[in-house]
C-alpha cells in the first residue's frame, strides 16, 4: 500500500499519517521530518535544508528527490509507505513516478486533506512537537497528558522553529503556487481523494472509508 497524503502547511498530514502507521503497519515518510532530523544531528544535508526551511521556502528539488530515492532503497519499505510533505511541486512528483516506476510500484491512493485555509494558522500556532521523538500535539485539539511533557517518551513538547506568523504565511503562500497544483495532477491520473481535515477522529474515518481497515 503506497499513500501520499496531500495538504496544506498545518492540514494534519503528520497527524493522519500517526494513525495509519498504526492501522497498517507502514513507515511514515516525512521529507519535513528527515530535514529536522538530519538538522539535529548537524549533517550537512541538515544546514543546508534549513537555510531554506527558517524561512518558510522550498528545500531545493534535486536535493529532496535524492533524499526520498534513498529512504525508498531501504529494506522496510516493502509493505508499502505512506509519503507525508512530498511530493510537493509537479517536478518532485515527476520524479517520484520515475523512482516508482524503477521498483514496479504503484500509488494506491492519493489523500488530499482539504482543512479550511482558515484553520490553519490557528493549527500551526497551537502546535507543540516532542523535542526527542517528535510526536504532535495541539495546545486545544490535542493535549499532552502531563502540561509540557511528551506522552510518549516524557521529554519536553516544544514549538517548531518554521512555525512563526511570518514563515507560516509564507509556507502557505508556496502550498497555493506550487503544492496545490498536485492536486489536479493526481485526480487526472483517477487517483485523488478528499478529506474534510475538521477533526482527527473525523478525518480518521474518512481516510479509512477510502482505504479499508
Ligand atoms: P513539513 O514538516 O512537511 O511541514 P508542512 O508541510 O508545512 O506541514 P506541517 O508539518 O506544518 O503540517 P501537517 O499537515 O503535518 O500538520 P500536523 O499534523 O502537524 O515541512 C517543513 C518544511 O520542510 C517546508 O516548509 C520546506 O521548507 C521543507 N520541506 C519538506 N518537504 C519538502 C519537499 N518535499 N520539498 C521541498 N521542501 C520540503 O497538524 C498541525 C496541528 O494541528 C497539530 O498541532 C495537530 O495536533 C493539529 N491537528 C491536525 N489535524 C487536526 C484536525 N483534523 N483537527 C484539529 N486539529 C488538528
Ligand atoms: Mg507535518
Known amino acids: ?3 501520499i497524503l496531500l495538504g496544506a502547511p498545518g492540514a494534519g498530514k503528520g497527524s493522519q499519517a500517526e494513525l495509519l502507521v498504526k492501522r497498517y503497519n ?22 543546508l535544508a534549513k ?14 528527490n535524492d533524499i526520498v530515492r534513498e529512504r525508498l532503497s531501504a529494506k522496510d519499505v516493502s509493505n508499502g509507505f505512506i509519503l507525508d510533505g512530498y511530493p510537493r511541486n509537479i517536478n518532485q512528483a515527476e520524479a517520484l513516478d520515475k ?9 494506491t491512493r492519493v489523500i488530499n486533506i482539504a482543512t479550511p ?21 495541539h495546545i486545544e485539539n490535542k493535549k499532552t ?17 518554521d512555525d512563526n506568523e511570518q514563515t507560516v504565511l ?18 487526472e491520473k483517477g487517483l485523488l481523494s478528499n478529506v474534510s ?8 474515518k474518512e481516510v479509512v472509508e477510502i482505504l479499508g481497515e
Open 1 to 3: 500500500m503506497i499513500i
Open 99 to 107: 523512482i516508482l516506476k524503477r521498483f514496479g510500484w504503484e500509488i
Open 117 to 137: 485555509l482558515d484553520l490553519l494558522v490557528k493549527r500551526i500556532s497551537g502546535r507543540r512537537v516532542c523535542s526527542n521523538c517528535g510526536a504532535v500535539y
Open 197 to 204: 481535515g475538521i477533526t482527527i477522529p473525523q478525518t480518521d
Open 51 to 64: 537555510e531554506y526551511i527558517d524561512k518558510g521556502q522550498l528545500v531545493p528539488d534535486s536535493l529532496t
Open 26 to 47: 507502514i513507515p511514515h515518510i516525512s521529507t519535513g521530518d528527515i530535514f529536522r532530523d538530519n538538522f539535529k544531528n548537524e549533517t550537512p544535508i541538515g544546514k
Open 145 to 161: 497528558k502531563h502540561e509540557g511533557i511528551c506522552d510518549i517518551c516524557f521529554n519536553p513538547v516544544v514549538q517548531r522553529e
Open 170 to 187: 509564507t509556507r502557505i503562500k508556496i502550498y497555493e503556487e506550487q503544492t496545490k497544483d498536485l492536486i489536479d495532477y493526481y485526480n
